[in-house]
């Protein structure tokens, strides 16, 4: 396993008092915090104790976390905002832009504590405006009746693909037709979105979609249809509706998807399990999106340094645990990998695991201009209706002239 793990020693030099990068100081107060809808159970602890420690009270508002970048445009220069809230990582990039989020200054042990793709996640142009709270990426999920152990290679999957076919049934689904679950595959064999810049930052004139690396992903992704291994159904806006039925249905071995899949499936009554996504035929893990959900800092708070002092507390390893036991939300904490907690809940690990391989969804305004020709350029490619190259070749041509009438700005 690559995933970095922190040992007994390193746990131990990150004591509650040592995490924090400002130390214990009194104040008098009060923080507003936004937490997503029907979480803040999850630290309730960790505010009961912050407040103590601290001599603060803090207030919490519920809403989805989807929708507070948008509230906090209106609530913060009317001076109802919060000084903490949760937004999902791919915001980041336009709220910086539009100066919503502070940029915090936070001890690099304490940050080495988090697993590193859930901490780029949340680093824009080379500066930290967030602390991670939880992950969230694609898994593999299959049917235990039908394959008792997870395969952990495509060649695996696809022989099983192949044996079931020959029984009028399916091995793996997957919407191979969306970058979104396309990217893991195409990000392990070389191709990417966008290029970096060398303080690490995402270069967003250099786009990767059509690189050799690219092409070879989505060729080999087209086997799956040429093959005849994916039913026809599953391509375009139906197609994730497709793949949930024929799995639901006991038709499908196994299916590509994320942990929101989980209950439904459940609910169906399918004994299914979940497990870190295969590895390529060249013998790289799947870089699939990762999503992350983290605690940011208005511009419009007031008590900035209080409030990083809160999200520092509240995300320590014993709070962050917690958190999870509540919520089911998986914190990308290094030490939480291997604890019994989540190491004995095989969907959290899987999604633990698999979100150390992961790749954090670019955050820049500019990614806004990918989905659509991308997911064109897929469908074409692997259905066999245009040449891959040549539909990933137009799918770049078009990204590149959309950001450019729409982000004048980039450098």
Partial sequence: MKINKLTA????????????????????????????????????????????????????QEMPYAQQIEKLRLDGPAGIGPDVLVIPHDQVGGAVVQGLLSEL??????????????????????????????????????????????????????????????????????????????????????????????????????????????????????????????????????????????????????????????????????????APLPTLPNGEHMRSFLGVKGYSVSTYSTQKELAQQFIEFINQPEYAKIRFEKTGEIPPVKSLIDDPVIKGDEKARAVAIQAGYAVPMPSVPEMQEVWTPSNSALQLSVTGKQDVKAALDGAVKTINMQIEANHANRD
């Fill in 105 to 274: 200054k936070v001890d690099a042990k304490y940050m080495d504590s988090f697993t590193k793709p859930a901490v780029d996640a949340q680093t824009y142009e080379g500066k930290l405006y967030g602390i991670p709270k939880a992950v969230e990426t694609i898994v593999l999920v299959y049917n235990k009746d039908i394959l008792p152990k997870a395969p952990e290679t495509f060649d695996d999957l696809i022989k099983v693909s192949k044996e079931q076919r020959a029984a009028n049934k399916y091995g793996l689904l997957a919407k191979f037709d969306e970058i979104y679950y396309s990217y893991g595959v195409v990000a392990g064999m070389g191709g990417y979105i966008f290029g970096q810049n060398a303080n690490g930052s995402l270069n967003v004139n250099d786009i990767g979609l059509a690189n050799q690396g690219t092409i070879d992903a989505v060729t080999f992704l087209k086997s799956f249809y040429a093959d005849g291994l994916f039913p026809a159904g599953i391509v375009g806006e139906t197609g994730a509706n497709a793949i949930d039925s024929l799995f639901t249905e006991k038709k499908a071995a196994a299916v590509i998807t994320g942990p929101w899949a989980f209950k439904p499936y459940q609910d169906a009554g399918v004994n299914y399990g979940v």
């Fill in 9 to 60: 020693v390193i746990m131990l030099s990150l004591g509650a008092s040592s995490l924090l990068s400002h130390g214990v100081m009194a104040a008098d107060g009060e923080l507003l915090v936004w937490e997503d809808i029907k979480k803040s159970n999850g630290i309730e602890d960790a505010i009961k104790a912050f407040e103590a420690q601290y001599k603060v009270k803090v207030k919490i």
